[in-house]
């Protein structure tokens, strides 16, 4: 059983980590323990260990003695994140359209569902709802490559997702009620249940590209 400063710290390190994900603490900014522990209720201790384990992660900047900042988002950044990501989900998709089983099916076709009902729920107002819709976009794009026998491959493709994710947030927020893209999924999935394996890598291919570049124009457009 968890200890009561184990359970702080995880607590902590969760808060800011969704903090830093979802916008809430914007890219760049300074980190100060004693803010941080005001904000999350939580003493010194299990804030520094959270900043050290998102250091680690790529979320938190260390500047030597002077402290923690919140990481920057930059066009470099994404643009080498989402080829890595890129690479390696089609890679796993063709994998799991290979090795996947009916769990498999019925595992994308929850998400699937879930994912069509949040964004109903979320038509006309997309940038309230900014932090639900990337969350069932993640879990959609998880259950297509969930039939993938490498779990290392899987951890990687979840830590590029978690670095992407910040530029989605900010990017899907900017762009107000504009409608997210995802009717392409409905095609990834049916290319993917007929064992279509060349059709179904180049549609995810295809829409993670196009999903890039939704994003860098959004956020970056002095580069698209």
């Not at 998102?54 to 938190?60: S, T």
């Not at 049916?190 to 549609?203: N, S």
Request: net charge negative.
């Amino acid at each position: 059983m968890e200890n009561l400063d184990t359970l702080e710290n995880n607590s902590t390190y969760q808060q800011l980590r969704n903090d830093i994900l979802d916008g809430s603490i914007e890219p760049a900014s300074k980190l100060s323990i004693a803010q941080l522990s005001s904000r999350y209720n939580a003493s010194a201790a299990p804030v520094r260990e959270s900043l050290s384990r998102l250091a680690a992660e790529g979320l938190v900047i260390r500047k030597g003695q002077r402290g923690y900042w919140a990481a920057p988002v930059s066009v470099e950044e994404f643009v080498e994140v989402a080829r890595l990501r890129e690479m390696l989900e089609v890679d796993a998709f063709r994998q799991s359209i290979l090795h996947g089983d009916l769990d498999w099916e019925a595992n994308i076709a929850g998400a699937r569902h879930r994912e069509l009902t949040v964004r109903r729920n979320a038509e006309g107002n997309y940038s309230e709802h900014a932090g639900e819709l990337i969350r069932e976009n993640r879990r959609f794009h998880m259950a297509l490559i969930s039939g993938c026998p490498s779990k290392w491959q899987l951890r990687f493709i979840s830590t590029l997702y978690d670095q992407s994710e910040r530029f989605r947030r900010l990017s899907l927020i900017s762009l107000a009620d504009t409608r997210p893209g995802g009717d392409e999924h409905e095609a990834m999935v049916e290319a993917a249940f007929a064992r279509d394996e060349e059709k179904a890598c180049a549609l995810l291919k295809a829409h993670i590209e196009h999903s890039n570049q939704r994003v860098i124009e959004t956020l970056f457009p002095e580069r698209s």
